[in-house]
C-alpha cells in the first residue's frame, strides 16, 4: 500500500502516512451533492380555467408553456380555453340561426 499524496510505502491498516503525515484512510461520504431543483407548486386552480374561459388564447399558451412542467394548472388552463371556445362557436351558430 503506497501513500496517495506522496507515494511512500505505507504499513496496511495505517491510518496516517509515516513521512508526509497525510491520511490515509477513505472519508465516508465526503462527496457533497447538489440539491434537487425546487419544484413549484402545481395546485391546478381552477383560476387558471377561468382564465382560460376569458382570454382563451391566454389559457392556451398557458397550456402549451405549462404541460410538462405544471401539467394540473396546464390541464386547467387548456380545459377553460378550450369551453370558451365551444361556447363561443355555439353562441355564433345561435346567432347566425336566429337572424
Given amino acids: 500500500m503506497f501513500c496517495p ?9 495505517a491510518r496516517f502516512c509515516n513521512r508526509c503525515g497525510a491520511s490515509l ?3 465516508e461520504s465526503s462527496q457533497s451533492y447538489p440539491d434537487a431543483p425546487a419544484r413549484s407548486e402545481d395546485s391546478g386552480s ?11 388564447i391566454v389559457g ?19 380545459r377553460g380555453a378550450l369551453v370558451s371556445v365551444i361556447l363561443n362557436v ?3 351558430i345561435l346567432v347566425a340561426a336566429l337572424s
Fill in 46 to 56: 381552477f383560476g387558471w380555467a377561468v382564465l382560460g374561459f376569458f382570454i382563451p
Fill in 90 to 92: 355555439i353562441l355564433i
Fill in 5 to 13: 499524496k506522496c507515494g511512500a510505502p505505507v504499513n496496511p491498516g
Fill in 60 to 78: 392556451l399558451i398557458l397550456y402549451l408553456v405549462w404541460r410538462s412542467e405544471k401539467p394540473r394548472s396546464a390541464r386547467q388552463a387548456g
Fill in 25 to 27: 484512510s477513505t472519508p
